[in-house]
Every structure is written in C-alpha cells, then in structure tokens.
C-alpha cells in the first residue's frame, strides 16, 4: 500500500511528467537541485537554524507518522529534539528535479540517510526517499513550500 507522502508527492509530479522536456528548462531544475545541495549543507553546518531558513514562512512538513506541520515557528519546534540530540544528523542528496511552473514552482527528489542514538544508546540508521516542492519567492529566492519524505524500512544498527 502506498503512504500518503508517496500519494502526495505522484500528485504534485503529475503535471511535470506532462510537460515534454524540452519545455521543462533544465537550467532552473538543476538551480532548484544547488539549492537542495545548499540546504542539505546548511543543515550540516548550522542545524536547525540552517534548516529553517530554507522553508518559506507558510511552508510546511509532512511525514507518514505525524500531521502536517506549517510555518517556521512550528517546524523549528518540531524539529528542535532532533537536532539538540548530539547524536542526529540528517544528511541528503537530490537525484532529480523538474518545474511544475516554470519559474515558479519546482521539485527536487532525493535519497536521506537519517542518524541518532535510540532510547539505549544504539546508534541507529534509517534511509529513505524525499519530494521536496520549491516556491520562487518575492526576492528571487528559491524557499520550500513542503517537504516530504518515506522512510525505505525500519531504522537498522549501526554497525
């Protein structure tokens, strides 16, 4: 059965797989896969601070387990266990990326592996998938509107 993030994220890429790829100008799909690089760097070096900043202040989070989560104040305070552990890191690479308006909105897709100690002390590995839809903003900067990811199984030891 497929999650609801996979449903969502087949939705939002309906339009692009109709668009012929000449008319998907390559150009902004590969500045909307720097910008996912620049973000997962961000991330690396700043935490949540460098996660935040890339979000849109109405963008929003979604995941299999919990409800949506909108607008920066929130995700900051959803995320803030994960990065306060000194255990977790979050690391990603875009694979691919395309526009749905061009211009306007976009999507990057990706491969995430996720690290952090469990409730004993082991430290565990999960990886998976993402879909993350980028807005143009106002600025001429590129901010994430949803993120959204699915899990490839059950977290496994690192050993």
Request: hydrophobic share 45%; proline share 6%.
């Amino acid at each position: 059965m497929k999650s609801l993030t996979e449903w969502i994220g087949a939705a939002l890429l309906m339009p692009a797989m109709s668009v012929p790829l000449a008319a998907q100008q390559p150009h902004e799909a590969m500045a909307l896969m720097r910008e996912d690089s620049l973000f997962d760097a961000a991330t690396a070096a700043h935490g949540i601070e460098g996660w935040v900043a890339s979000f849109a202040p109405n963008g929003s989070m979604l995941s299999d387990t919990t409800a949506p989560t909108t607008g920066t104040a929130a995700i900051r305070d959803a995320m803030a266990g994960f990065f306060a552990d000194s255990s977790a890191s979050l690391r990603w690479k875009p694979t691919s990326g395309g526009m749905l308006l061009a211009g306007k909105v976009g999507y990057t897709i990706g491969t995430y592996e996720r690290r952090r100690r469990n409730s004993a002390g082991v430290l565990m590995r999960a990886t998976g998938r993402y879909t993350t839809v980028w807005m143009k903003q106002p600025d001429h900067s590129w901010k994430i509107i949803l993120d959204t990811g699915a899990a490839d199984g059950p977290p496994e030891e690192v050993r």
